[in-house]
Structures are given as C-alpha cells and as structure tokens.
C-alpha cells in the first residue's frame, strides 16, 4: 500500500481531493491523509511541530473528517511513504518566507520518517483574483507565476526535493481554448481549484509525480454530488489528461 501525507492547508485539500480515487483507478492500493489549516504557511507549520499543536482537521482519503491531530501524532501512529507540502500560496513567490522554516520542518521530518518527501508546487492566482493578498504581486498572475516557480525550484534543488509542477501544470491548463475562452474556469474564486477539473488536475498531477501513473490511461471519472448539475465533460478530462501527461513527463 502506497501512503501518503499531506502537511498543507486549503491547496493541499484541493489537490488530494480526488488522489485516492485515481490511483486506486490505476490499480494503487492507496492512503490518502492530508493535515489541513486553513492559510497555514510554513513558518505556522513549524510553530505547529514546536508546540506539538493539535490544530489539524485530519482528511482522508479527499473526505474530511471531525478529527484534529498534531503532526507529531500522525506520524507515530502510522508509517507514510510519501509526505508533502508547500508554502502558503500568498509567501510563495517570496523566497525570504520559506527560510528557517522549511529547512528545519525537513530536518524534523526526515528525523521521524523514512518517507520521500516531495514539494508541492502551488498556483498563481486568476489574473481577476479578488483574493486580498495579490497585491503583493502587483495583482499581475504571470508576476506571481514566475516567481513562486522561481521560489520552489530553489528550494526544492536546495533540499534535494521532488517537485511536483502543479502551478505549471495549472498554467498550461488556463491556455487551452475551453479555459482561456473565459467561460470556464479552473479556480472557483480566483485562487482555490474548482471542484471538478481543477481538483481533478491537481490529483492528476501528484499521482504522475508519486506514483508514476500515466494520466492518459487513468480511468477514474470526476463527480461533484454536493454542487448541483457539476458533471464531468469527456472532452475537457481528456484534455486535461493530456496536458497533465506532457508536463508530468516533463514536456
């Protein structure tokens, strides 16, 4: 059984969401955890390991759950494969936030788990975000793109992490015509995923990153029951799958 830990916020969320249920459609027996706060940065993350805080809503397998947990817990309980994480979306393309803290939150995972650990590559903003914190880029998308890419390749050579290329990916995906028309978005408020394709190319992307599926041949079929008259397009998952294949195989 391949195992996973996510030590995120709303973005991790959004990204393990579906990940559960595309690698089992891939033949992966799988576990899906994900530690969420809401907007928690890596400095939080670190105050959090300090303080042995139980300030986690515990997510498994994309589901939440009515559990809190601290990350210390998490970890002596069970064994995980995997673990990633990632800055706060509004510090990402700001390379000073990222230091001490993800140094030593490494030190301290690699300390207490044998898991490949992986950085997760968050996503720039719509170029209309309203979200509060886009003035720190000049509200300009491409601004914030360039430079949290900037920011997580640095960090990611200097600790000899994996990453996985989700804002890429996302940047790609806004490029194709069904999404670049405007009609259709990728976000469902200007930074978080939409529930149904955005999420669905997150999970994608971790699981070509984690696992090594092959987005094109995964099966798995997106729903949303909570939001009324969300289904999926075939049209759309294959051109997502595609785009997903050709940035995770690194095109």
């Known amino acids: 059984m391949l195992r996973i830990l996510?030590?995120?916020n709303s973005f991790s969320t959004d990204a393990t969401w579906f990940l559960h249920d595309i690698l089992t459609a891939s033949g992966v027996e799988n576990r899906v955890v994900n530690l969420y706060i809401g907007g928690c940065s890596l400095e939080r993350h670190w105050q959090n390991i300090e303080q042995n805080r139980r300030d986690y809503q515990y997510q498994l397998n994309g589901r939440q759950t009515d559990r809190y947990v601290s990350i210390e817990e998490v970890l002596s309980e069970e064994?995980?494969?995997?673990?990633?994480?990632?800055?706060a979306s509004?510090?990402?393309g700001w390379e000073c936030t990222?230091?001490?803290?993800?140094?030593?939150?490494?030190?301290?995972?690699?300390?207490?788990s044998e898991a490949r650990i992986f950085l997760n590559e968050t996503w720039a903003y719509e170029a209309d975000s309203p979200h509060p914190n886009f003035m720190r880029y000049d509200r300009n998308q491409?601004?914030?793109?360039?430079?949290?890419?900037?920011?997580?390749?640095?960090?990611?050579?200097?600790?000899?992490?994996?990453?996985?290329?989700?804002?890429?990916?996302?940047?790609?995906?806004?490029?194709?015509?069904?999404?670049?028309?405007g009609d259709l978005r990728i976000t469902r408020d200007g930074f978080h995923m939409s529930y149904l394709y955005g999420r669905y190319a997150l999970a994608l992307?971790?699981?070509?990153?984690?696992?090594?599926?092959?987005?094109?041949?995964?099966?798995?079929?997106?729903?949303?029951?909570?939001?009324?008259?969300?289904?999926?397009?075939?049209?759309?998952?294959?051109?997502?799958?595609e785009t997903v294949a050709e940035k995770s195989q690194g095109s």
């Open 98 to 112: 990222y230091e001490p803290f993800l140094g030593l939150i490494l030190k301290y995972l690699r300390e207490h």
């Open 79 to 87: 064994s995980f494969d995997v673990i990633v994480t990632h800055q």
């Open 6 to 8: 996510a030590i995120g």
């Open 90 to 92: 509004h510090d990402s």
């Open 142 to 181: 491409v601004r914030m793109f360039t430079a949290l890419r900037a920011a997580y390749e640095k960090e990611a050579e200097k600790y000899s992490l994996s990453l996985i290329r989700s804002g890429e990916a996302i940047q790609r995906i806004r490029k194709l015509p069904v999404f670049a028309s």
């Open 205 to 241: 992307m971790w699981a070509a990153a984690i696992a090594g599926i092959d987005a094109r041949e995964n099966s798995f079929i997106p729903s949303v029951d909570f939001v009324q008259g969300m289904t999926a397009d075939d049209e759309i998952l294959t051109v997502i799958k």
